[in-house]
């Protein structure tokens, strides 16, 4: 009787336990990924989670640390802007990218990353910078790289005629107001709260320092995970690409639903009114901007000390089929 | 014997670097978390070849003894002072035990807005933070100085200011240098963090810079630079305590 019942109990947990699938440990960041964590705030619309996969999504505040993390074996996939995926792959990390989550897009529709100066400051254009200092919020970060494409485009030498400084968001709006900045980096919700405030007026976007449309965040894993579970990984990207669809159709409720569940801690009525990245509804990654941006990186920035093969690092294969 | 044990914290220290290597080399971690020695220390060489690097092991070590040294001044003065007067020490004794466990870190954003973000900031917020252990001990010693010294003194006629000159100060010195013995450390931390959080320059920003870069074995190399300049600092510190107090060297017996 007691052999039955442990035999009976076994068959259960094996069954649960294929049933529910590989569980995904997936470090994620602070802004820009509501996608992302809309499956995660909104199981409901995500159908294969619980049965093909199951997710797990582990907050992170910077990209060093979620590497980190995943080179000590702790995380199975990530999101990651386009840059450090390309450092991690310069370094021979084992990861390959497989879905966009936004883009950093020119057009009144989208919000693209801005450098704003005070209004009543003397720089007037980039130019003017020589001398300056611009706030970023980490070095080689994607705002750092603006920056710096920015100041090129000037003529300038970063760090010979401009400092590039980094320090955190919710300062920036009040270092450029007392001109501890010359200018500085403003992302949302930060850029429509400063510019409720006033004072302060734009020099150059990320799109407009780079010159086209670029990947901004994009979502990782690891070969390994890939290479082990590529029907979960299939299930989860399915329901990644659903869920991005169901975003961008009703993008008002998704945030409302992604404040309710604590994803967002910006006042509701700004974080609706804000704008938003570029997200592609299909979630395919916009190679070609990424191979530019490892160019700029190399050649320009001299950040690479050897060229990456960015197509080798992309793997869209297990997206779902258009 | 006494050879042996000369060499017994070296023979330790070796154990443990070839034990990292061993681990290292052994290929269960990732180098990029966990850089063999031989690859770090390659860094350090590159490090000490490159004159852009060194610039910004002597800009770190600029803020770090500039802030000490104004700690230093400020901090023997008042340390002194509220040692020698039972008022200044009733108003001040306070402040700083009160305030001593509160981490200065934390003001640095607004040492950054009434300093900016230059090389001021953070020199300001190393003054605060060698301040305290400078004063404390300070206090301390001044407080300790022998009254049959001072009775003496004055018994023989000297001033206030001789009997701080003649008296206090030299009884209170082995006091003052075992407060820099523990500022010059404080010192170096601080000021790599501070650059760690808001700088362009620096082996603080060279650490942050390193780890963006994914290059840990860059980075450790930048933290065995720091490691050095601190050693060096402090040995700079016992040098100028035993030419200068030499009368008070230590004989410590072991039992």
Redesign the interface.
């Known amino acids: 009787m007691a052999r039955t019942l442990l035999f009976l109990t076994g068959i259960l947990f094996l069954g649960n336990s294929l049933a529910a699938g590989p569980l995904i440990r997936l470090g994620r960041g602070f802004a820009a990924e509501e996608q992302l964590w809309l499956m995660s705030a909104r199981p409901d619309l995500a159908p294969n989670q619980g049965k093909r996969y199951e997710l797990k999504q582990i907050l992170f505040q910077a990209n060093p640390e979620r590497f980190q993390a995943y080179l000590a074996g702790e995380l199975d996939a990530g999101t990651a802007p386009g840059l450090a995926i390309i450092f991690g792959s310069a370094q021979g990390m084992d990861f390959k990218l497989v879905a966009s989550i936004c883009l950093e897009a020119a057009g009144k529709q989208y919000f693209t990353t801005q450098y704003m100066v005070k209004d009543d400051g003397p720089i007037k254009s980039v130019k003017d910078l020589k001398g300056g200092t611009i706030g970023v919020v980490g070095i080689k970060t994607a705002t750092d790289l603006w920056a710096r494409a920015g100041l090129l485009n000037a003529g300038l030498v970063p760090d010979q005629d401009t400092k590039v400084v980094p320090m955190a968001f919710p300062v920036i709006g009040d270092a450029v107001r007392t001109g501890k900045v010359s200018a500085g980096v403003f992302v949302e919700p930060f850029y429509s709260a400063e510019m409720a405030k006033g004072g302060l007026r734009k020099l150059f976007t990320a799109t407009e320092a780079v010159g086209y449309d670029h990947e901004l965040l994009d979502l990782f894993f690891s070969e390994k995970f890939l290479k082990a579970n590529p029907d979960a990984v299939r299930a989860f990207l399915a329901d990644y690409v659903a869920v991005t669809r169901y975003y961008l159709a009703n993008t008002a409720q998704a945030k409302a639903d992604l404040h309710k569940a604590g994803f967002v801690r910006t006042p509701l009525e700004i974080y609706l009114r804000n704008s938003d990245w570029k997200r592609t509804p299909d979630a395919r990654v916009d190679v070609g901007s990424l191979e530019k941006l490892a160019v700029f990186m190399r050649e320009k920035l001299q950040w690479l000390e050897k060229p990456v093969n960015v197509r080798e690092m992309v793997d869209q294969s297990y997206l779902p089929t258009r | 014997m006494a050879a042996i044990n000369r060499l017994l914290p070296f023979g330790f220290v070796a154990a443990l670097l070839v034990a990292w290597e061993i681990a290292a080399r052994s290929g269960r971690?990732?180098k990029?978390?966990f850089p063999s020695l031989s690859s770090v220390l390659n860094e350090v060489v590159a490090f000490f070849t490159s004159s852009a690097l060194l610039m910004e092991a002597w800009v770190t070590l600029e803020r770090a003894l500039g802030g000490f040294a104004l700690a230093a001044v400020v901090g023997i003065l008042l340390g002194v002072v509220m040692g020698r007067s039972k008022f200044v020490a009733g108003l001040l004794d306070p402040l700083f035990s009160g305030t001593y466990a509160v981490p200065k870190l934390a003001l640095f954003?607004i040492f950054?807005?009434v300093f900016?973000?230059g090389s001021l900031s953070k020199v300001a917020l190393v003054f605060l933070e060698c301040l305290y252990p400078i004063v404390i001990m300070t206090y301390a010693g001044a407080r300790d100085v022998n009254r049959a010294l001072l009775w003496s003194a004055q018994n023989m006629g000297a001033s206030r200011a001789a009997i701080l000159r003649r008296v206090v100060i030299p009884a209170t010195a082995p006091f003052i240098f075992a407060g820099f013995r523990v500022a010059v450390p404080v010192a170096m931390i601080v000021v790599v963090i501070t650059e760690m959080?808001?700088?362009?320059d620096g082996l603080g920003?060279r650490v942050?810079?390193a780890?963006?870069?994914?290059?840990t074995d860059r980075m450790l190399a930048v933290v065995v630079v720091i490691a050095a300049l601190g050693y060096l600092l402090d040995k700079a510190v016992v040098l100028a305590r035993d030419r200068l107090i030499y009368w008070e060297k230590l004989d410590t017996y072991y039992v």
């Open positions: 971690w990732s990029l978390l954003p950054i807005f900016g973000i959080v808001s700088s362009a920003y942050i810079y780890m963006a870069s994914l290059r």
